[in-house]
């Protein structure tokens, strides 16, 4: 179980990012999170595992205060924890097979990484892991030349060597075409109910929104102002559409 | 109003700037008077410069710029009256064009009243005793450009006071601006001794030595002389009795030459100078090739050859059948006093033939690549050792890598006080192993190296280790608990950074002044008042953090690695040179380490703005596995640097050969060393050689990088 206990985010520049966030995903939720660009929904999942420092408050994951953990502690816990981003954030100029390797980074001994090593079962698990996303034939070619919805499923395949308990997806489809959107959702679906993986994602479209989630928050420059489920969001209300996405928001089909 | 105006007006009539300063534009009447100033000063020192004892010049120079400056400043406001006369009648006020054309009317009538006036007003400004040459026409355009200056600021003072009523923008500086350009530049042509007249004049000498350099590749070779050579022996001087050594035969299919006497007597100098002949030989010669000349050289007993001047024909035409004929006194060889008894000496016949090309390399030639390849190695030595210094420093010196390390003001207690101690710790171990190893001057790299290592290691460990144990440690103790770690740990550190600055002003700035004695016996005072004063300002630092606050220390050495590197690097590698050939000597590891110096900085700083350009996104992605700081420069950062600092390295293996090539100017070995030594011997062709190699070189590297870099990226 997450909890998300007042969180609050001021950046240098004095822009407020979150404020006074709380809410409780249970194990095995697929929770989305919908808002505008800025709303804060990039800065909320980034402070879950801390690649962002919370200003304020808390965030406990199964008894764990993430936020008290020191640095040791801090990549115990981020192993755990996948991260799907929407620009993929591959590093082009290795091959595929080291970008999924690299998720076992935390585990395996950090001296063997000044060599680029890895022991042969992480090595098995990552051909695993790029075959279930259906591209183990990419597996030595550079990332740099793959396709945007293969680079989101190596994405993904990096994100499952790490065993996750947890994954964060960061508008994983904002980047792709509806067709392949719904193949990457599909497979967040799959690890979700196959695995039971929680799941936390923004997302941008409704009509996915409706189709994968368990459950929905909403958020409106940095604040928390919508909670529901999957069944909610279809049975939305103008108001509740504009408490969200604001006054001047227009439903498009629905 | 109009009688401020004329105020200010007058204040800047009396000192330029003044009525600027008085209208209210401080910063303007300042900049006026301060220009004024050192245009002023500038002018008296450039003129009294050139007297041969300046010092006693100074007051003269001054009077005479004020006499020219009085004389221009009076016939400036003539001018200006009847310009204003004449103008307001001729031009219409409104009309902008006009009042321009009125403008640049008004300058060239100026300048031809002060050429035409210039003498009389130099000869009345520089007083009869004064030397003429001294104060000439620098010094006049300079009187008028300062009184032009002067005018102006009165002027200005007048309209900004306008302006200033009027709340209108300042009026422009473009006078003001112009004047001072055009002085500067005028006392410029002065100081750097710019003189066009000498620069045409001797262009012919320039042409004969830069066809030398352009195209020197005859001194690049050997040759060999194909000449024609007989030797007679002549004895001298010729006692009663002896003969000499035995006449030459004329000989079939060679050449020949026949001396008759071969024993005579030398001639002699007396002590007026005057030559007594010594002896006539009669010199007959065959077996030459015919209608060319043959020359006639004398070599004395120790070997010196030399043609005999003003005692016969020494050039002499061989006949049809190749024979010649003609006479010589024996010339006056100087034969030290301690030989004794007769000497053999020899004349040659010579008959200079054609050169022969033997297509070896000269010995110039061969020096020359022989140190053109010292100097790419040096080049290439020092880019390498120079990356190996600048990669790591280029991660501390990059904004994006270091700006997340941060930690709590108790964690940077825990810090110092494990960089203190982990050093320390390291050195002692240091001094053991270098005890065990025999000693700095037995192993001097092995003991230097571990030295070097463990100090270094056990610094940071130190930081590291006890810095995150403070910092986890200060999350669970009480509030009193933490004040007492802060504010007891900054008074320390405080206390350590004041006490080395107080000894560092005793020393460095009152040691300037103050006797040694003195100093010494102050510096504990000064020491402890440092100390005591650093404790304070780290006090305040710690009640200004509190116990949350958080202590940027990836800012602090961002910024304190950078300011390393800009400084270095702005030092030139022929500075560096200097250093390099007092630490190690004269030669190419001199150069090597000064262009090893200066690559680290040069480098530090291009690689760490490739790592500041990287992408984010993957350092996030690496960072969100779990990876750790290292894992993430090997993952994230590595893979997207590496071709931008092959790129740099490639760039500067390319700098640092055409900069190996004049590191030898200060005795940083390499090619310069050579270039140098050919152009002081005057020896311009096989400085011709070295330049064109070093052409050659750079251009080919030059194209090289260029083509590599342009694959990598």
């Known amino acids: 179980m997450l909890r998300v206990e007042h969180l609050t985010k001021v950046y240098d520049t004095g822009t407020v990012a979150l404020k006074d966030v709380s809410f409780t995903v249970e194990d095995g939720e697929f929770l989305i999170i919908i808002g505008l660009s800025g709303s804060g929904k990039s800065t909320l999942l980034r402070s879950i595992n801390r690649l ?33 981003f929407q620009e993929f954030n591959l590093v082009e100029r290795l091959p595929v097979l080291t970008n999924v390797l690299a998720g076992r980074l935390g585990y395996v001994n950090p001296w063997w990484s000044l060599f680029y090593y890895f022991p042969p079962q992480d090595q098995r698990r990552a051909l695993d892991a790029l075959a279930q996303v259906g591209l183990a034939e990419k597996a030595h070619n550079r990332a740099s030349a793959l396709s945007g919805g ?38 967040l679906e799959r690890l979700n109910q196959e695995r039971g993986i929680t799941i936390l994602c923004s997302l941008h479209y409704l009509d996915l929104v409706q189709r994968y989630a368990t459950r929905v928050i909403g958020l409106r420059d940095g604040r928390l102002v919508y909670e529901g489920t999957g069944e909610d969001i279809r049975n939305m209300t103008d108001e509740e559409f504009k408490q969200i996405y604001g006054e001047e928001a227009q439903r498009l089909g629905g | 109003m109009n009688a401020k ?15 600027q300063m008085a209208a209210g534009a401080v910063a303007r009447g300042i900049y006026i008077l301060l220009g004024t100033a050192t245009l002023w000063g500038l002018t008296v020192f450039t003129a009294a410069q050139r007297a041969r004892f300046p010092e006693q010049v100074y007051g003269l120079s001054f009077a005479v710029l004020t006499r020219l400056f009085l004389a221009a400043l009076v016939t400036l406001a003539v001018l200006r009256l009847v310009y204003e006369a004449v103008a307001r009648r001729l031009f219409p006020t409104d009309d902008e064009f006009a009042r321009r054309v009125a403008n640049v009317l008004f300058v060239v009538v100026a300048v031809v009243v002060f ?131 035995p006449v030459n035969e004329p000989k079939e299919g060679e050449p020949w030459v026949v001396v008759t006497p071969t024993c005579g007597d030398l001639s002699v100098r007396d002590t007026k100078g005057k030559l007594q002949y010594g002896t006539l030989l009669h010199i007959r010669g065959g077996g030459f090739v015919p209608g060319k000349v043959v020359k006639i050289k004398w070599e004395n007993p120790i070997g010196n050859e030399f043609t005999p001047r003003g005692l016969g024909p020494t050039e002499i035409e061989v006949g049809p059948d190749g024979t010649f004929e003609s006479e010589l006194y024996i010339p006056d060889v100087v034969i030290p006093s301690f030989a004794e008894g007769p000497q053999i000496h020899k004349l040659h016949a010579v008959q200079p033939g054609a050169l022969r090309f033997t297509g070896k390399l000269s010995r110039e030639m061969k020096l020359a690549l022989q140190a053109m390849l010292e100097s790419i190695m040096i080049g290439l030595m020092a880019t390498f050792a120079g990356m190996l210094f600048a990669i790591p420093m280029s991660f501390l010196a990059a904004r994006n890598l270091t700006h997340s390390l941060r930690t709590s003001p108790q964690g940077l207690v825990g810090g110092v006080f494990g960089l203190v101690l982990g050093g320390a710790l390291g050195w002692l171990l240091a001094r053991q192993v270098a005890a065990w190893l025999g000693g700095l001057d037995k192993a001097p790299v092995t003991v230097a190296l571990v030295g070097f290592v463990l100090v270094l290691g056990g610094a940071v460990l130190g930081f590291r280790l006890l810095g995150a144990a403070l910092d986890r440690l200060s999350r669970r103790l009480p509030g009193w608990a933490n004040a007492a770690i802060r504010y007891g740990g900054f008074a320390l550190i405080g206390a350590a950074l004041g006490w080395p600055l107080g000894l560092g002003y005793a020393h460095g700035i009152l040691g300037i002044a103050w006797d040694p004695a003195e100093v010494a016996a102050a510096a504990p005072d000064f020491a402890r008042l440092g100390a005591g004063l650093g404790a304070l300002a780290w006090l305040y630092l710690a009640y200004r953090w509190g116990d949350q606050g958080v202590v940027p220390i990836g800012h602090w050495i961002y910024t ?79 893979p997207q640097v590496l071709p931008h600092f092959t790129a740099f ?50 251009s080919t590297l030059d194209f090289v990088s260029a083509t590599i870099r342009k694959r990598i990226v």
């Open chain 2, 115 to 245: 050429s035409l006036s210039g003498p009389m007003m130099l000869q009345w400004a520089v007083p009869p005793g004064a030397s003429r040459s001294l104060y000439t026409t620098v010094l006049l355009i300079m009187a008028v450009v300062l009184a032009g200056i002067w005018w102006w600021a009165v002027l200005d003072a007048w309209a900004l006071a306008e302006a200033k009523a009027r709340a209108e923008p300042s009026p422009s500086w473009n006078g003001f601006i112009a004047l001072v350009l055009v002085g500067t530049l005028v006392l410029g042509t002065r100081i750097v001794g710019i003189d066009l007249p000498k620069a045409i004049r001797e262009y012919k000498e320039t042409g004969r030595i830069l066809g030398d350099i352009v195209w020197p590749w005859r001194a690049a070779f050997d040759y060999e002389a194909t000449e024609l050579r007989a030797t007679a022996l002549v004895q001298a001087p010729c006692p009663e009795g002896e003969t000499g050594p």
């Open chain 1, 52 to 84: 962002i420092e919370p200003t304020e408050g808390r965030i406990v994951w199964n008894d764990i205060d993430i936020t008290a953990l020191d640095e040791a502690g801090l990549r115990r816990v981020r192993r755990e924890i996948g991260f799907v």
């Open chain 2, 5 to 19: 105006r004329a105020f200010y007006a007058f204040l800047s009539l009396l000192v330029p700037g003044l009525g």
């Open chain 1, 150 to 187: 293969q680079k989101q499923r190596v994405g993904i395949a990096r994100a499952l060597v790490q065993n996750p308990k947890m994954l964060l997806a960061d508008e994983p489809v904002a980047s792709l075409d509806p067709v392949l959107a719904h193949s990457i959702m599909g497979y």
């Open chain 2, 649 to 698: 390295s490639l760039y500067r293996w390319d700098i640092n050969v055409r900069m190996s090539t004049v590191i030898g100017l200060v005795g940083g070995g390499g090619i310069g060393f050579l270039l140098i030594q050919w152009i002081r011997q005057v020896q311009y062709e096989h400085a011709g050689l070295a330049v064109w190699l070093i052409a050659i070189t750079v």
């Open chain 2, 560 to 638: 304190a690695t950078r300011t390393v590197l800009n400084v270095v690097r702005s030092i030139e590698p022929l500075i560096w040179g200097l250093v390099g050939v007092i630490w190690v000597g004269l030669g190419p590891f001199a150069g090597f380490i000064a262009l090893t110096i200066h690559t680290i900085a040069a480098l530090g700083k291009l690689y760490s703005e490739a790592i500041e350009s990287i992408h984010p996104g993957p350092i996030e992605a690496i960072q969100s596995t779990g990876a750790n700081r290292l894992q993430t420069i090997m993952f994230a950062v590595l």
